[in-house]
């Protein structure tokens, strides 16, 4: 596996690599990628750089066109993808199919925009003066994305990026970085010119020379909170502009009048979907005192009872494993903590039974009896990992799910349409 600079598959100037392991069986290793460094990022920057002028002057409507085909390739490919992507992250099929087709709405999406790239005209006060402004293109944009949506993500910030009359240098995760190489094919096969979009793979040295690169104009990263900070650290420091998506610490809360089927519905796919491994996932579940005991013990059937293990291997799994052996003692670190804090009522160990002893699974996991001042109540876990805690009324639960130092999603359950 390569890098693509230039509208050519390379090997890094140091030759380094480094393997692309199968999270659900470490004995498949998919392949090695280049392990790049600062050599290798200027001259994808470059290549970024010496066809900007021709990419920007291009007609927008042109552009949108190029990835309108784009669209119809990702379609095309949809089923392949998804096998792809289930084998190198660990989503089931049924995630990953889903994550295809945000590219497909994606591209379809930026083409049609490409004809709304409206300026705007102003009354001017000067009677011999007339206000107009274009949109235009920034430069060079360095995409650097997470690895649990590896072609959802980068389409997001590459082809609205590119719509515009930007270029891009693209480092996909270095936990799927195969993923990052098809995005580069299907984007050479829709006409995408040379030199537009680069594909760098590698780990943090490659990342950094890309945040510090002075040709790149705009970073857009998704990852840990830390990352981030300094990420956008350096930015300011270089004026260079900056989106960020990062972590989070999100509270469902289960109102005493909710539908709790629905409810338990809702908690588990946000808790243990994508096995835990999203920015949005439901870590905290904030229970009203009056329905605690019911739901817990409804929560306890139902999570007991899915299927785990590696999405390649049976339709009927509905938890993967999580994304490698760093990660899976993380977890598990937490999840000893997590017992010294507070209840452990389902889970809390690793699954080695039958295949699964080649891979990172493990169990979903509820704790109960969850306080505010608890670190698997603060602290992300980005694992399959609940944390369940009880509220007297709507602001006590709306003051549990404010204590957190992360900001992103929530929700309510309940039939009081004033309270949510």
């Given at each position: 596996?390569?890098?693509?600079?230039?509208?050519?598959?390379?090997?890094?100037?140091?030759?380094?690599?480094?393997?692309?392991?199968?999270p659900?069986?470490?004995?498949?290793?998919?392949?090695?990628?280049?392990?790049?460094?600062?050599?290798?990022?200027?001259?994808?920057?470059?290549?970024?750089?010496?066809?900007?002028?021709?990419?920007?002057?291009?007609?927008?409507?042109?552009?949108?066109?190029?990835?309108?085909?784009?669209?119809?390739?990702?379609t095309?490919?949809?089923?392949?993808?998804?096998?792809?992507?289930?084998?190198?992250?660990?989503?089931?099929l049924?995630?990953?199919?889903?994550?295809?087709?945000?590219?497909?709405?994606?591209?379809?999406?930026?083409?049609?925009?490409?004809?709304?790239?409206?300026?705007?005209?102003?009354?001017?006060?000067m009677?011999n003066?007339?206000?107009?402004?274009?949109?235009?293109?920034?430069?060079?944009?360095g995409?650097?994305?997470?690895?649990?949506?590896?072609?959802?993500?980068?389409?997001?910030?590459?082809?609205?990026?590119?719509?515009?009359?930007?270029?891009?240098?693209?480092?996909?995760?270095?936990?799927?970085?195969?993923?990052?190489?098809?995005?580069?094919?299907?984007?050479?096969?829709?006409?995408?010119?040379?030199?537009?979009?680069?594909?760098?793979?590698?780990?943090?040295?490659?990342?950094?020379?890309?945040?510090?690169?002075?040709?790149?104009?705009?970073?857009?990263?998704?990852?840990?909170?830390?990352?981030?900070?300094?990420?956008?650290?350096?930015?300011?420091?270089?004026?260079?502009?900056?989106?960020?998506?990062?972590?989070?610490?999100?509270?469902?809360?289960?109102?005493?009048?909710?539908?709790?089927?629905?409810?338990?519905?809702?908690?588990?796919?946000?808790?243990?979907?994508?096995?835990?491994?999203?920015?949005?996932?439901?870590?905290?579940?904030?229970?009203?005192?009056?329905?605690?005991?019911?739901?817990?013990?409804?929560?306890?059937?139902?999570?007991?009872?899915?299927?785990?293990?590696?999405?390649?291997?049976?339709?009927?799994?509905?938890?993967?494993?999580?994304?490698?052996?760093?990660?899976?003692?993380?977890?598990?670190?937490?999840?000893?903590?997590?017992k010294?804090?507070?209840?452990?009522?389902?889970?809390?160990?690793?699954?080695?039974?039958?295949?699964?002893?080649?891979?990172?699974?493990?169990?979903?996991?509820?704790?109960?009896?969850?306080?505010?001042?608890?670190?698997?109540?603060?602290?992300?876990?980005?694992?399959?990992?609940?944390?369940?805690?009880?509220?007297?009324?709507?602001?006590?639960?709306?003051?549990?799910?404010?204590?957190?130092?992360?900001?992103?999603s929530?929700?309510?359950?309940?039939?009081?349409?004033?309270?949510?």
């Amino acid at each position: 596996m390569q890098n693509y600079i230039a509208g050519r598959w390379v090997d890094s100037k140091s030759g380094r690599t480094f393997n692309n392991v199968n999270p659900a069986d470490a004995r498949d290793i998919i392949g090695a990628f280049p392990l790049s460094d600062h050599d290798d990022v200027n001259d994808a920057v470059k290549a970024a750089r010496d066809a900007y002028n021709a990419w920007r002057l291009l007609p927008a409507p042109k552009r949108g066109d190029i990835l309108r085909v784009a669209g119809d390739i990702f379609t095309r490919r949809q089923e392949e993808l998804a096998r792809i992507m289930t084998r190198e992250m660990g989503k089931t099929l049924t995630e990953t199919r889903g994550d295809i087709q945000e590219a497909i709405d994606t591209a379809y999406y930026a083409a049609t925009e490409t004809r709304r790239l409206f300026g705007h005209t102003a009354p001017s006060e000067m009677s011999n003066k007339m206000n107009m402004s274009f949109r235009m293109p920034i430069g060079v944009c360095g995409i650097i994305t997470a690895w649990n949506f590896p072609i959802a993500v980068p389409s997001w910030k590459i082809l609205p990026a590119l719509a515009c009359g930007n270029t891009v240098v693209f480092k996909p995760s270095d936990d799927s970085p195969h993923s990052g190489n098809i995005f580069a094919e299907i984007l050479e096969e829709a006409g995408l010119p040379v030199g537009v979009f680069n594909v760098v793979h590698g780990q943090a040295e490659a990342g950094r020379a890309i945040v510090e690169h002075h040709d790149v104009r705009v970073i857009g990263f998704t990852g840990s909170t830390q990352t981030g900070a300094a990420i956008a650290e350096t930015c300011g420091r270089l004026n260079k502009r900056v989106s960020l998506e990062m972590g989070g610490k999100n509270a469902q809360i289960v109102m005493d009048d909710a539908d709790l089927d629905l409810a338990l519905e809702g908690v588990l796919w946000g808790a243990f979907g994508t096995t835990g491994q999203r920015c949005t996932a439901t870590s905290r579940l904030i229970l009203h005192e009056a329905i605690h005991d019911k739901f817990i013990k409804m929560l306890q059937g139902a999570a007991s009872h899915l299927v785990l293990g590696n999405g390649l291997a049976s339709d009927k799994v509905q938890v993967g494993p999580v994304i490698n052996k760093r990660q899976l003692d993380k977890i598990l670190n937490y999840i000893e903590v997590g017992k010294r804090e507070a209840t452990c009522v389902l889970g809390g160990e690793r699954d080695v039974d039958g295949d699964k002893e080649h891979g990172n699974f493990i169990q979903p996991t509820i704790f109960a009896g969850v306080q505010r001042t608890h670190r698997i109540f603060q602290e992300e876990i980005f694992g399959p990992v609940l944390s369940v805690s009880t509220c007297t009324s709507l602001e006590d639960a709306i003051a549990i799910a404010n204590d957190s130092e992360y900001g992103l999603s929530s929700s309510i359950y309940t039939r009081d349409v004033n309270a949510a």
